[in-house]
Structures are given as C-alpha cells and as structure tokens.
C-alpha cells in the first residue's frame, strides 16, 4: 500500500517567506515616510518659500489668464447638417493650426488669439427626433429591435438628424457676441447653393400661404353661404336638412387644418430664415475643467516635486561617486 507524502513542511516555508517579505515592505515604507519627514522638516523654510513663491504665481496666473466656454445652440436647415459639422470642423483646424490671418480676415474674430478651440455636438433628443415624423418613428422602432436602444440614439448616423446642435467654444478671456459669435455664425451661413435652396425654400412657403389663404377665404364664402340659408329658411318657417352628403363638417375640417398650416408656415418663415439658425447663445462661462483656476494649488505642488526629485538626484549621484571612488 503506497502513500502520498503531503508538502506540510513546503507550504509552511512559504508561508513564512510571504510574511517576511509583508513585513520588510512595511519596513521599508515607514523607513520612506521617516525620511520623506525628516527631508521636510530639514528643507522646511525652503518648503515656505516655495509655497509662497508658487502661492502667488498661481493666483496671478488665475486671475491673469481665465478660460472661458461658449455655448451656441443651432439647428441647421435644408439638410445642411453634414455642412456645418465640415464647416465646424475646419474652424477647429485652423485655430488649432493658429491660422490667426485666416480667422480674423477671413472669418472676422476680433481676437483670434484669444480662440483656442470649437467643437460640435448634436443634442440628444429623441422626442423631437420622432415627434410628427412616422418615417423616424418607424425606423427607431426597428432599429431598437436589433440592438440597444441607448446606444443607437448616440451613434453617429442618427444623432445628426436630431434638429438641434451645441457648439462649443473656448476662449481666453471673456468675449462678446460681435466680437466671436457673429462671425462664426456669418462664416457658417456662407453658401452659395444653401443660399438658393433656402431661396427656393421660403418661396414655395410664400405661394404655399398664398394658396391656404385663398381657400380659407373660399371656405369662409361657402359657410357664411350656408348660414344664411339657414337663417333664412328660420324665417320663412322652413326646414332645411344638411345631410353627410353636404360634407359641411368635412369643410370645418378643413379649414381647421389649413388654418393650423398657415400657423406652422409663419412659424417656419421664423425659423428657416437662416441656414444655421442660431437658438440661444450663453456667452462668458467659466471653465473649471482640469487645472483651470486651480493654479495656485497646482504651482506649489509642483515645485515641491521638482525640489524634491532634484535633492533625491543629486543625493544618489553623490553615493553613487563616493562608491566609485
């Protein structure tokens, strides 16, 4: 009958060897923080001094140089959505690229300088996607059949048909409208073939109303037609009967809704009377991201670091040349 020896004595040794190196580590770590400590309290003036020092070069810096965010909400018209984000995009290339001759005697930004970025972003908004649009509707549905709903409003391909869009833009120091925005807003609305599909657009609008305007009054013709007869037949003492066959509450209908399109068409004359029509425009936010207006924490931070990686140089440096000697 053979037996399996079993490695007690292995696992054992192991364990110890685990321990050992556990609790040289938080040897060593507490050596560490017993010299980080000791470095301190010996260079503490020169610590003072540094956090003075990068104190007030970081207050300055903030109140010196803010960065502020722009936030222009458009929605571009006759289809020209592809249009603006190219348009947009350029821009972008350009400021990055530092192209100041291009955005001020092309474009017209006053302080192109001062521009330091501009991106655009669709804004997320499903109803309005969908909302008197069956086609969209139907084409959400069945998309959402395939995948995940979330992910398919943000993709791409259907956030560009959402009707409005953000652009945001950077700048150093606070701006004006006439100063940037207008600018930019001229420079997206310059296009020739926009200019004449838009041209061709409000036209049909206008002969559109011409048309709604003229039934409208024939309508009008007809029932006030029909209310005299009706009040005429009361005073002679005869009875008139309209029947399913006179249409009238068809006509009522009608009226209803061509009333209701005269409506939406003054509304669209509004909205359609640039290619990129701008919505809203919030001017002059101050951007907090990142390292922005925190300078006077980041500088003293920092000046610690490179004081302290220089004296742990130049002191390994001197071990270093004494072991060698």
Not at 196 to 210: G, P, S
Not at 234 to 240: N, T, Y
Request: charged content about 25%; overall charge positive.
């Amino acid at each position: 009958m053979s037996t399996t020896p079993q490695p007690v004595e292995s696992n054992e040794i192991d364990l110890g060897m685990i321990s050992k190196k556990i609790g040289s580590f938080f040897e060593q770590l507490a050596v560490s923080l017993f010299n980080i400590l000791f470095f301190i309290r010996r260079n503490i003036l020169v610590f003072i001094v540094l956090a003075v020092v990068g104190g007030g070069l970081g207050y300055y810096l903030d109140t010196k140089i803010k960065l502020y965010n722009h936030r222009i909400i458009v929605s571009p018209n006759y289809s020209s959505t592809d249009y603006l984000y190219a348009k947009v995009e350029l821009l972008n290339s350009r400021i990055l690229e530092g192209d100041t001759v291009f955005l001020k005697n092309i474009i017209g930004i006053k302080k192109p300088k001062s521009v330091t970025n501009i991106e655009i972003q669709p804004i997320t908004d499903v109803y309005k996607f969908i909302e008197n649009n069956t086609q969209n509707f139907e084409l959400l549905r069945l998309f959402a059949e395939d995948g995940d709903l979330k992910k398919i409003v943000q993709e791409n391909m259907t956030s560009k048909n959402y009707p409005f869009h953000q652009i945001m833009l950077t700048t150093k120091g606070a701006t004006t409208r006439e100063e940037t925005v207008e600018p930019i807003l001229t420079f997206l609305n310059d296009s020739d073939y926009f200019k004449k599909i838009q041209k061709e657009y409000l036209q049909n609008i206008t002969v559109k109303m011409v048309e709604n305007d003229s039934l409208i009054h024939q309508i009008n013709g007809f029932l006030n037609g029909v209310s005299k007869s009706i009040n005429g037949s009361q005073k002679s003492d005869k009875l008139v009967y309209y029947n399913e066959n006179t249409q009238l509450n068809d006509v009522i209908k009608t009226k209803d809704e061509l009333i209701n399109e005269q409506g939406k068409l003054r509304i669209d004359l509004v909205t359609l009377d640039k290619i990129v029509k701008d919505n809203s425009v919030v001017l002059n936010i101050l951007n907090k991201e990142g390292i922005n207006g925190k300078m006077k924490l980041v500088l003293p931070l920092l000046f610690f670091f490179l004081f302290g990686f220089g004296a742990l140089v130049i002191r390994s440096y001197k071990k270093r040349k004494t072991l060698l000697s």
